[in-house]
């Protein structure tokens, strides 16, 4: 009876510590993503979506710059990334109808001038919903608020270990 206890007490430490040692895996394995992205970006700013390779998975990347402003809230502009990076990442993976119109305006002066001013109207249509979209990331830079989220796209479990 002694040594069933032990047997069931050392399974147990044994799980709960390769579950802490896993959870530590993937903070590190996130946290590592997140600084390789932020310097990719420093090196070349961008936005929109990219597919970035690690030894074993493959992850779409959607990357929405926002302007820093003070008339709305931090939550605000993380729901706004967060709406805009799911529209990226839906239209990577379901296609996207666009429709552009050019406006010409023009005004006449009274020194009997013209004035054009060309207006460019671009509507987006994209159907579907994209799973498991997560914030990696998100920090500052003039004046700027540079999100960055990921999905797995694909992932080679087998040969991962």
């Known amino acids: 009876m002694k040594y069933k206890l032990r047997y069931i007490l050392s399974m147990i430490v044994s799980v709960l510590f390769s579950a802490i040692c896993n959870a530590q895996g993937y903070n590190s394995d996130k946290v590592a993503m997140s600084n390789?992205?932020?310097?990719?970006?420093?090196q070349s700013p961008f936005d929109g979506v990219k597919l970035i390779?690690?030894?074993?998975s493959q992850y779409l990347i959607s990357v929405v710059v926002l302007e820093q402003s003070d008339c709305q809230s931090a939550n605000?502009?993380?729901?706004?990334?967060?709406?805009e990076a799911q529209s990226q990442a839906n239209s990577f993976?379901?296609?996207?109808?666009?429709?552009?119109?050019?406006?010409v305006r023009i005004n006449e002066k009274c020194d009997g001038k013209n004035d054009a001013k060309v207006i460019k109207k671009v509507r987006k249509q994209s159907f579907g919903f994209?799973?498991?979209?997560e914030l990696l990331?998100?920090?500052?830079k003039d004046g700027q608020v540079i999100y960055f989220y990921s999905v797995e796209v694909f992932s080679d479990k087998?040969?991962?270990h």
């Open 53 to 56: 390779d690690d030894y074993y």
């Open 76 to 83: 605000i502009m993380d729901r706004v990334s967060e709406v």
């Open 130 to 133: 994209v799973k498991a979209l």
């Open 36 to 42: 390789y992205l932020i310097r990719m970006y420093e």
């Open 137 to 140: 990331t998100k920090f500052e």
């Open 93 to 103: 993976f379901n296609g996207s109808a666009i429709t552009e119109t050019d406006i």
């Open 158 to 160: 087998k040969h991962s």
